[in-house]
């Protein structure tokens, strides 16, 4: 009623409206084509999704050709923290007895480690000859265990071991309880 | 193969190891470098956090008795704990630890019988064996029968004095040795020359033997005290295979 009430009210400028369905009277006729228009947005779609599809794997595909990315070593690498100078050490300058004491240490080691790696090269010649003779000895007796004894043990390696520790092993030692949190940093390429 | 049947017998031993269980002491240049590699470490290196709390609070500390005690309200009420007392308490914990020692009672007693002795070097199995007329200190072996190898033989000689559930590894399939040996003259004979022991190496890996011990005369000695037991020219042959 408000409707009627207004086209009476205004001079005859402004058209009246049938029902309030209709935006405005000029789109009249554009309003009922526009609803046949999905038809052609199904053909559409798909080509646009496609075209995307490939941009995106274009897109992969150059990522994959550039090289992969170095893993940093962590241990190469100082922890900017340690590079403050307030972190140097302040010890009194070493005197002229040290520095030559330490010289003729190191020569003492050289001379110590030499004779130890010789001694060491030396048991080793011994072992092998001793084989090498038992061998040929073996061999003088039977061709047939000569072979057996030749050939390779394949339960032999991969040997392991433990190595010894500065104190025996504690008979009913019962160590503290403790959890070991693992934070090292995994890279991937 | 009709060959000529050789005049030597054979026999294979073996020669089981008891690898030691802590590490030698360290010699005098050893120690010696040791130290300096210490103070060289040192030297170079910068304080770690734990170094700079502890310089930061005795400069607090410092600080603190030089004013005379003007800001009260600091110390009393809060228990703050100081890298020292940190120190200390690491200190005391180290050394309320008890770790079992190096020399053990058999090495007192010289018990030659057991594996508890001289942790820190190789221990080797002797034992008294009868060979012709003469009780000798041997490594053990046993007669080589055809149908077997060496190490067949060598591992039957090690169950024949130790029994069957002995864990040892041998290392390897061919001998470390020979000992050739000929029979004297009294029972020499054409087809009876003498013999030739081929020694094998085994580590042994458990340490429980138990349930071993079939004969009673047997020792676990070192490559040093091997001298004591072992005839000249057997200890010249067996010495050649042996590190230490």
């Known amino acids: ?189 | 193969t009709a060959a000529a049947p050789r005049p030597w017998r054979l026999f294979g031993a073996m020669c089981l190891l008891r690898l030691p269980r802590i590490t030698q002491p360290l010699q005098k240049e050893e120690e010696e470098m040791a130290a300096l590699m210490e103070q060289i470490e040192l030297e170079k290196s910068h304080y770690s956090d734990h170094e700079i709390r502890k310089l930061q609070e005795e400069e607090q500390l410092r600080r603190r008795k030089e004013s005379a005690y003007d800001d009260e309200d600091e110390a009393p009420s809060k228990m703050v704990i100081m890298a020292q007392d940190l120190e200390e308490k690491w200190e005391q914990k180290l050394l309320s630890f008890k770790a079992a020692p190096r020399i053990t009672d058999a090495d007192k007693n010289n018990n030659r019988t057991s594996l508890n002795r001289k942790l820190d070097s190789n221990l080797m199995l002797l034992v008294k064996q009868k060979i012709g007329n003469q009780e000798l200190w041997l490594l053990p072996q046993v007669e080589w029968q055809p149908g077997e190898t060496l190490r067949g033989t060598a591992e039957r000689a090690m169950a024949t004095f130790l029994g069957d559930h002995i864990q040892a590894k041998v290392l390897g399939n061919a001998p470390y040795g020979i000992y050739k040996y000929k029979f004297p003259r009294a029972i020499r004979t054409e087809d009876n020359v003498g013999a030739k022991v081929f020694f094998f190496k085994a580590f042994l890996q458990s340490s429980d033997l138990s349930q071993a011990e079939l004969k009673e005369d047997y020792l676990w000695v070192t490559k040093d005290e091997l001298g004591d037991y072992l005839k000249s020219e057997y200890l010249k042959k067996v010495n050649r295979f042996l590190l230490d």
């Open chain 1, 1 to 189: 009623c408000l409707f009627s009430f207004l086209s009476s009210w205004l001079p005859q400028m402004v058209p009246s409206r049938g029902s309030h369905w209709q935006s405005s009277l000029l789109t009249l006729r554009a309003s009922l084509p526009m609803r046949a228009q999905p038809k052609k947005k199904k053909k559409v779609d798909p080509r646009r999704e496609q075209a995307q599809k490939d941009r995106m794997k274009k897109k992969i595909k150059k990522l994959e050709k550039a090289a992969p990315e170095m893993i940093p070593i962590e241990d190469f690498v100082t922890p900017p923290k340690y590079l403050d100078s307030s972190r140097v050490r302040s010890l009194p300058p070493l005197s002229f007895e040290e520095t030559e004491r330490r010289v003729l240490l190191m020569k003492k080691w050289c001379l110590f480690k030499q004779k130890q790696d010789k001694a060491e090269k030396q048991a080793i010649q011994t072992l092998i000859a001793a084989q090498q003779e038992a061998l040929k000895e073996l061999r003088l007796e039977s061709e047939e265990l000569y072979q057996a004894a030749i050939r390779r043990d394949e339960g032999l390696f991969p040997f392991e071991r433990e190595g010894p520790s500065y104190t025996p092993p504690l008979p009913g030692y019962d160590p503290p309880e403790g959890k070991c949190v693992d934070i090292t940093k995994v890279y991937t390429q």
